[in-house]
Every structure is written in C-alpha cells, then in structure tokens.
C-alpha cells in the first residue's frame, strides 16, 4: 500500500497490446535511427521512468486476455470474463472505475484513444456493459459520464446496430458537450472549453485515428493529448488516461515497422505528459503500462 503524498494530476497511458518485446523493438528500431552502431538502443522516455512494475492481466475465465476483461482489470482492480465491461463475471456487479472515481472527488476527466472512443479499453473508464459489442450503449454512457474530455477515434455505431436510435452526438450535445472535429476547431481549445469530444477529422477504418506510419499533415496522438491537458487543467486536478489503440491493430496484422512507429507515436503523447510534469514535479504522477501482448512478437 503507498501512504506517500496524493498526486493531484495523474496521466495513465495504456499501449494496447503492448508487451516488452513491442517496446524492446521500438527501441532497437530508435537506436537505428540515432546513430550507426547496431547494438545502440535507444531508450524510449517512458523505460527510464525510475519505478517499474509487473501485472498479471489474465481475464477471470482465460489466461489469454482481450481489451474488454483487460481494460476492466486496469480501470477498476477487479478482474472479469472476456468480451465483459466495467462488470463482474455474473454481469450483475458494476465496478467502479478509478476515471469515475476522481470525477466523484472533483477532479476533471480526460479519456483519449487512437482507436474508437467506444473502443474496450476507452469503454471501461466509464461504461459500464455485459458486452465490449454493445457499442450504442458504451456511446450513451460516454455522453452520461460527464467526464470533461474524449479525444481521438470517433463512434463506431453512433445511431445503432440497425442506424434507427438518437444519434449519440446529439445526445452528448444535449448533454453539455462541444462537439469539435477539426485541426483549426482542436487548436482553439483551452481551459475555458468546457466538455469536449474531440475526434479526428481524417478516420481511417473503423472510425479509429490512422496509423501513424499512414500519418500525413494528420492530428497525431501527442496532438490529442496536449490539448487534453490544457482543457483539463484545474486546480482540482485531473485524471487522463491516453491509450495507443494501434498497437494492437498492427499486431493482429503481424506488422513489425507499423506496431513500431504507433509505439514511438504513442511515446510521443507520453511527452506531453512529461513537458507538463517538468512544469508540476511534485503534484504529477504517470503511470505506463499495456493491457496485454498482441500477435506473439519475436
């Protein structure tokens, strides 16, 4: 258990199928480019951080994992079945989320993804769901949430499986969110933007961000994350997690250079953190982990 000192402002990345050997390889990869010794690696900035742990993320029912069971364990301390959101495995037991916890302590909120904001892992800071594939539902409790940011992906059934319910953007309008979907409308934003859901004006498939290897004059994840912070910066303090969705995508494909390049991308939004940490040493805590390791990289 810590007894130390609380930290006001707390970062929580997640790289979404991210595993050592997707680190060691982005760092191999870096120390390519930085020099011409073939044994140099360079470290990424988040392997110097001085304090390293382990977890087991094994769902309740299987010791391979997915996003949803996964998520769940990250976002809550409890572990459920597989495909499970924000629920125990009997999917009657709601478990509390650590985002909805500081909301309920007067914090601000940020949730960000490179994937869909109603993805499994973003779902299970605020949904609450027998299954990841009730989309709909995850949007309508991203708009009853009342968490202050959403960034990145958009909605992947935003009217519903048959395209014939309230579109959930209207509800989150309806709901007090500014609605924002361009580069000029993202850098305007600020401390005094109130609720926000920002999401890309150039998706890819799957209503997610592109992959930061396909990424040409595009928002990028450490865009995404910058402004989070300084729409979420209070005196309160905030909460923000920052997930690199497209880690696991390019592992599903076994995709070695595009698995490594959305690694450095999602280093680079782990920057932003450290650029307003140097600013807040004493008060900021970031934390950086992944949910599980995705296609058996070698």
């Not at 930290?7 to 390889?25: E, H, L, P, R, W």
């Not at 499986?161 to 309806?174: E, F, R, S, W, Y």
Request: hydrophobic share 40%; aromatic share 10%.
């Amino acid at each position: 258990a810590y007894y130390g000192k609380k930290a006001k402002y707390v970062f929580f990345f997640i790289g979404d199928g991210m595993s050592m050997t997707q680190i060691n390889s982005s760092e191999i990869f870096k120390g390519t480019l930085n020099g011409n010794d073939s044994m140099n690696r360079g470290k990424l900035n988040f392997t110097v951080f001085p304090h390293m742990g382990m977890q087991a993320t094994h769902s309740a029912n299987t010791f391979i994992t997915e996003s949803a069971a996964a998520g769940t364990a990250l976002a809550t301390g409890h572990k459920t079945n597989n495909d499970i959101l924000g629920m125990d495995a009997t999917k009657t037991i709601k478990f509390k989320s650590m985002a909805e916890m500081a909301k309920e302590k007067g914090m601000k909120v940020g949730i960000v993804s490179s994937v869909s904001i109603d993805h499994a892992t973003p779902g299970a800071f605020y949904a609450h769901e027998s299954s990841r594939k009730n989309l709909y539902e995850i949007g309508i409790s991203l708009a009853n949430s009342g968490f202050d940011y959403f960034g990145g992906g958009g909605f992947l059934q935003p009217t519903g499986k048959t395209k014939d319910k309230p579109n959930v953007l209207d509800i989150a309008k309806q709901k007090g969110y500014n609605i924002v979907n361009s580069k000029e409308d993202l850098y305007k934003l600020n401390k005094n933007s109130g609720k926000t859901i920002a999401i890309d004006p150039a998706l890819a498939a799957e209503s997610a961000m592109a992959y930061d290897i396909d990424r040409v004059n595009q928002l990028s994840l450490a865009d995404f994350t910058r402004k989070g912070i300084e729409v979420l910066d209070n005196p309160n303090g905030f909460f923000f997690m920052v997930e690199g969705g497209k880690i696991d995508w390019a592992c599903h494909a076994n995709d070695a250079a595009t698995t490594i390049r959305d690694v450095l991308s999602f280093e680079a939004s782990i920057q932003e953190a450290l650029n307003f940490y140097a600013k807040h040493p004493d008060e900021t805590l970031i934390v950086v982990t992944g949910d599980h390791e995705t296609g058996g990289m070698s």
